[in-house]
């Protein structure tokens, strides 16, 4: 950690300005923080999901399209998360003059298997691997060559600034590790499957409200398994987000005496989280010390 606070109070040196900025277009938080980290003053990063809209939700207009064809780098997560974007950047490079690179963040040959060990494919993938800060290291790692490829004058600058952000993301998860290393119970409920990439690598279960896309609510019967499995595990709380609708756990909650604790899935932060400057390692602390409150970690 020490170290890590090392490297911020360097990383003003290493953003030093050469030359025109660089267009980069992301769709999500994450990838705009870790383009913003990498690029520094290199780069003008431009997020089509603004804070406080539901991100599954989003459908580009027009001018978001305009947006992809005038930018150097489009930078996006994957298909089962972003459906729309291989078609937004196909359609921005018909008749441009402009030649924008397309970075996909995420790809099924790293995702390798779901959580159940079932081979994934675009319909079934979990894409939220930034809530695992060594699989958003992957994502980085991504981010870093589209930069250097676009302007490789500034790859010396590129290349420490993604090296302070490594350290970081590394500090991070060592943090969260030891947060969630001595916990009473082994699994929590959210309010949709967002979290299976955090819950593996940190060793506990997620039990879901919802399924991957928060706007598909379980019916009758689910829902009752769900608060008779609080019942028989003596959970305490249930994980609600920020930015979706809360009806649903609150409903639980009322129902089975829980608590509401906000997790946040991270894929963009509310207004008053980017009024505030509230960061991506500001979150997943965040939800770090969440989770050990519901999974009882001394």
């Known amino acids: 950690m020490l170290v890590s606070l090392v490297v911020l109070g360097c990383s003003s040196d290493l953003n030093e300005q050469t030359g025109d900025q660089i267009e980069v277009i992301t769709?999500?938080?994450p990838l705009t923080y870790f383009a913003e980290?990498?690029?520094?003053?290199?780069?003008?990063?431009?997020?089509?999901?603004?804070?406080?809209?539901?991100?599954?939700?989003?459908?580009?207009?027009?001018?978001?399209?305009?947006?992809?064809?005038?930018?150097?780098?489009?930078?996006?997560?994957?298909?089962?998360?972003?459906?729309?974007a291989l078609n937004a950047a196909t359609a921005s490079s018909s008749g441009s003059d402009t030649s924008t690179v397309t970075v996909q963040t995420i790809n099924l040959e790293a995702a390798g298997e779901d959580h159940g060990g079932q081979a994934v494919d675009d319909s079934t993938f979990d894409a939220h691997v930034w809530l695992n800060p060594l699989k958003a290291q992957g994502q980085a790692e991504r981010i870093l060559s589209?930069?250097?490829?676009?302007?490789?004058?500034?790859?010396?600058?590129?290349v420490r600034n993604a090296d302070a952000l490594e350290v970081e993301l590394r500090a991070l998860d060592e943090l969260?590790?030891?947060?969630?290393?001595?916990?009473?119970?082994?699994?929590?409920v959210v309010s949709h499957l967002a979290f299976g990439h955090m819950a593996e690598r940190y060793d506990f279960d997620q039990i879901g409200l919802a399924g991957l896309?928060?706007?598909?609510?379980?019916?009758?019967?689910?829902?009752?398994?769900?608060?008779?499995?609080i019942g028989e595990l003596g959970i305490k709380h249930i994980m609600q987000e920020p930015i979706v609708s809360d009806r649903?756990?609150?409903?639980?909650?009322?129902?089975?005496?829980?608590?509401?604790?906000?997790?946040?899935?991270?894929?963009?932060?509310?207004?008053?989280?980017?009024?505030?400057?509230?960061?991506?390692?500001?979150?997943?602390?965040?939800?770090?010390?969440?989770?050990?409150?519901a999974l009882r970690c001394s």
């Open 176 to 188: 969260t590790s030891e947060k969630l290393s001595n916990c009473e119970l082994d699994s929590v």
């Open 27 to 29: 769709t999500t938080y």
């Open 146 to 158: 589209a930069m250097i490829e676009v302007d490789p004058d500034g790859a010396t600058i590129y």
């Open 248 to 293: 649903l756990a609150e409903t639980v909650a009322a129902e089975t005496g829980a608590e509401l604790l906000t997790l946040h899935p991270l894929e963009v932060r509310t207004s008053d989280e980017a009024s505030k400057g509230v960061n991506y390692i500001d979150i997943v602390k965040s939800n770090g010390d969440a989770l050990a409150t």
């Open 213 to 229: 896309s928060p706007e598909f609510e379980p019916g009758p019967s689910q829902l009752a398994k769900v608060i008779e499995k």
């Open 37 to 84: 980290r990498i690029g520094g003053n290199r780069v003008v990063v431009t997020q089509l999901v603004k804070p406080g809209v539901e991100a599954h939700d989003f459908e580009p207009a027009p001018s978001d399209v305009r947006a992809i064809a005038n930018s150097d780098v489009f930078i996006y997560n994957h298909p089962a998360f972003e459906s729309w």
